[in-house]
């Protein structure tokens, strides 16, 4: 399943986001992957959560290297039971252009690696209605 928090930016999403990730840690059997562009407010998420800034992975620059990079962690850690990945329209080329493309991929990935996903995205629930809903819902 791909869980979107929508909002405009400075509304909260973060703070949300690494909330939602501290509870998941708690709960899941899992491994839990926090993924954000900078090194910044990554002292909030708890210790046992992998916290990966792509800021670290400069030459990651388009959706499928970014896929990429996702089976790659998958790959080498089959116990991953959540990723958050926080402000997804910094990384990358994503785009609210391609956000439906790359929202269809990450159905492809929870569906293959039984992993669900949480992303925060900076636009309105009308900025992103291309997006098709089944395997995919608002979380806000």
């Not at 491994?31 to 992975?57: E, G, L, P, Q, W």
């Amino acid at each position: 399943m791909v869980n979107l928090l929508t909002g405009p930016k400075g509304s909260g999403k973060t703070q949300q986001m690494i909330e939602q990730a501290n509870q998941k840690a708690k709960s899941c059997n899992g491994n839990v992957v926090f993924i954000k562009k900078t090194h910044r407010d990554t002292a909030s998420v708890t210790f046992d959560i992998r916290t990966i800034c792509m800021d670290d992975f400069t030459s990651i620059t388009n959706i499928d290297e970014y896929i990429g990079f996702l089976y790659g962690m998958y790959s080498s850690n089959h116990d991953i039971e959540c990723i958050f990945i926080d402000g997804i329209l910094k990384h990358a080329d994503i785009s609210l252009e391609n956000i439906p493309e790359f929202v269809e991929r990450l159905k492809k990935i929870s569906s293959e690696c039984g992993i669900d996903f949480y992303v925060s995205v900076s636009a309105e629930k009308d900025d992103l209605k291309d997006i098709a809903k089944d395997g995919c819902c608002f979380v806000n």
